[in-house]
């Protein structure tokens, strides 16, 4: 029994001891975010390393989904974003939700799709409004 409660009293301590330096335990872990597959259109940005994802949706044939314009981020190294420009394009990877601005917005405020797979749906960009 004085085992157990010399056992409680030195957790106590050490815990005590934690607390008195400051330091937080660590925080849990988040679960990563799911991927998204979205499709639009991949253009040139402002630069030669620039592309931005244009009217990128979920459901490319819902006339009613709105497009977004992301900054693409490549996440893996074997990702060919030049040969894909001015294509419709299918990618897979997290996107980041940011409220924008109404009227033009900057490449730099735009929100970032980090893209970890690309592929090719069609050699031409379709318009926002399907045609």
Excluded: W
């Excluded at 335990?25 to 499709?39: E, F, I, N």
């Excluded at 420009?85 to 601005?101: C, F, R, Y």
């Excluded at 799709?113 to 318009?127: E, G, H, R």
Aim: net charge neutral.
């Amino acid at each position: 029994m004085k085992f157990a409660l010399a056992t409680i009293a030195c957790a106590a301590i050490s815990v005590a001891a934690v607390v008195a330096q400051g330091q937080e335990p660590p925080a849990p872990q988040q679960s990563p975010k799911p991927d998204v597959t979205l499709t639009g259109c991949l253009i040139q940005g402002s630069s030669p390393a620039v592309f931005l994802f244009d009217n990128a949706r979920k459901d490319p044939k819902d006339k009613a989904e709105k497009g977004v314009r992301y900054l693409v981020v490549a996440v893996g190294e074997d990702l060919n974003l030049r040969s894909n420009l001015n294509h419709e394009v299918s990618m897979i990877g997290q996107a980041e939700i940011k409220t924008l601005p109404t009227g033009k917005v900057e490449e730099k405020d735009l929100p970032r799709f980090s893209a970890k797979s690309v592929t090719l749906v069609s050699n031409t960009c379709s318009t926002p409004d399907g045609r």
